[in-house]
């Protein structure tokens, strides 16, 4: 079992920003692909961003240039900076955390990006 648990979410106004964390704990496997998505109200979960055990990231359209995930391997902690907020940004934000053995989740964070 790996357990992930986030941190860092609020309330920020938009052009503000935010930085999540997400500590994963458990029987972790050293090679693993670490994320963050997020589901806004009456809207399905979307990728936001990933990022592999050697640090190649993947990033989806609508944040490209504004958000950056990056990992503590040593710590198994996944990070995800947030600048230049906007309200479309709102949403609960999960962390993921997989590998050929797992598929775990987080609890979610909640972001609430005011106009």
């Known amino acids: 079992q790996v357990q992930l648990v986030e941190s860092g979410g609020g309330l920020v106004q938009a052009g503000g920003s935010l930085r999540l964390s997400c500590a994963a704990s458990?029987?972790?496997?050293?090679?693993?692909?670490m994320g963050w998505y997020r589901q806004a109200p009456g809207k399905q979960r979307e990728l936001v961003a990933t990022i592999t055990f050697g640090g190649s990231t993947n990033y989806a359209e609508p944040v490209k240039g504004r958000f950056t995930i990056s990992r503590d391997n040593a710590k198994n902690t996944v990070y995800l900076q947030m600048n230049s907020l906007k309200p479309e940004d709102t949403a609960v934000y999960y962390c993921?955390?997989?590998?050929?053995?797992?598929?775990?989740w987080g609890q979610g964070t909640q972001v609430t990006v005011s106009s």
């Open positions: 993921r955390s997989s590998s050929m053995y797992y598929d775990s």
């Open positions: 458990g029987s972790i496997f050293r090679v693993n692909t």
